[in-house]
């Protein structure tokens, strides 16, 4: 069975950094598609960044490039998500998702493509 479990969220001021984590466990991650996701209540669920584990490319979207950076853990099967410069729009419920996959590039940002998703991690930022 495999499970997703991110953790890592809490409440910070605006200006400050949070390092999300998602370990993966019944899955090998070494060539897969892992993303971040996030969704506001009466929003859609937008996709943040993903990494294509076996080769490292990652990819953002343009509302966090430059503040947000993902990477992976090959030995630990985890994906992390550094996040600096927070404002308060990036208070959000945020999603670790993942598919076994070798290629991700055209589609990483649409969440029906990935098959295994955690329960999510609060991120809250105050001004």
């Known amino acids: 069975q495999v499970q997703l479990v991110e953790s890592g969220g809490g409440s910070v001021q605006a200006g400050g950094s949070l390092r999300l984590s998602c370990a993966a466990s019944?899955?090998?991650?070494?060539?897969?598609?892992m993303a971040w996701f996030r969704q506001a209540p009466g929003k859609e669920r937008e996709g943040v960044a993903a990494i294509y584990t076996g080769g490292g490319n990652t990819y953002y979207a343009d509302s966090v490039r430059g503040r947000f950076t993902i990477s992976h853990d090959n030995a630990k099967n985890t994906v992390y998500l550094q996040i600096d410069s927070l404002k308060p729009e990036d208070t959000e419920m945020y999603y670790c998702?993942?598919?076994?996959?070798?290629?991700?590039?055209?589609?990483?940002?649409?969440?029906?493509?990935?098959?295994?998703w955690g329960q999510g991690t609060q991120v809250t930022v105050s001004a």
């Open positions: 019944g899955l090998t991650t070494s060539s897969a598609c």
């Open positions: 998702a993942a598919v076994s996959r070798f290629a991700c590039r055209s589609w990483w940002h649409q969440w029906s493509g990935y098959y295994y």
